[in-house]
């Protein structure tokens, strides 16, 4: 059908990121949807100082391994220096560049040298002709398991915007392409120190980009949003994604079985 990446921001315990992954799981199992879980094992790129940024780096990365044993499914997390590459690739099967990260040539390579899989997120600063660089260090390490995700690109400074123009721009890298349908919808570098959010548009990203050819959604999804320690402004709640993606399945067996003619 196509690709989910979806999970929690952060690793905020050592129980609920199983509760919903398996709930994940179950709605993937039944809708054929390629499950990928996602969550960071700890946030290196906050704007507050206060802000929560994870129970401890073992601790939150044996967390993720046991998902992934236990529901025999991939794993994603984030890295922010070389140094840890290596370490999280010990426990994953995904290792993703954050978007202000993805210019970060020493980073790339690390990753590329794990052999595991590497999803690198648009900057937003950058046009999407330009991710054919990122995706060329990685290359340089002899990985080709390469995804590339876009999250919006700046509208002033508080707002982003999705421009689906990148989505058939990058995949002439040969890249699977993401559309990230939560992070899109950010209102960042509020005077709180906090980011804002509209989630209110996150089935509306999510229907556009199935229906332009994405391979796949980047869903950031919490039972509770509202007490979600990271991101809480811009996640989708548990109980709303099945409804989702049973839309965006409808959309994909749509294009499908069409006859769509390219003129």
Not at 11 to 27: G, H, K, R, T
Request: with cysteine.
């Amino acid at each position: 059908m196509f690709t989910l990446i979806a999970g929690p921001c952060v690793v905020e315990n050592e129980s609920e990121p199983l509760y919903i992954a398996e709930y994940i799981q179950e709605i993937c199992l039944q809708y054929q949807i390629n499950f990928i879980f996602k969550a960071s094992y700890r946030k290196a790129n906050r704007t507050h100082l206060d802000s929560f940024q994870g129970i401890g780096d073992e601790r939150a990365l044996n967390v993720l391994r046991n998902i992934k044993e236990k529901l025999q499914i991939p794993v994603l997390t984030d890295i922010h220096t070389p140094q840890e590459a290596d370490i999280a690739a010990e426990y994953v099967d995904w290792l993703q560049i954050p978007a202000f990260l993805c210019r970060q040539t020493d980073l790339l390579i690390a990753a590329g040298k794990t052999g595991k899989g590497v999803n690198i997120k648009k900057g937003q600063f950058l046009s999407p002709e330009s991710m054919i660089f990122a995706v060329q260090k990685v290359q340089s390490t002899g990985n080709q398991q390469i995804m590339l995700t876009e999250r919006g690109s700046f509208f002033g400074y508080q707002d982003l915007v999705v421009d689906f123009r990148s989505i058939p721009i990058m995949q002439q890298t040969g890249c699977s392409v993401i559309v990230d349908c939560t992070h899109s919808l950010q209102k960042p570098n509020q005077s709180s120190g906090v980011s804002g959010g509209d989630p209110k548009f996150i089935q509306t990203i999510s229907r556009a980009a199935i229906a332009v050819g994405a391979e796949g959604l980047f869903i950031e999804t919490h039972p509770q949003p509202s007490r979600a320690l990271s991101d809480a402004q811009s996640m989708l709640p548990l109980s709303e994604l099945k409804p989702l993606l049973s839309i965006c399945c409808q959309i994909k067996i749509a294009l499908n079985s069409s006859n769509l003619k390219e003129y």
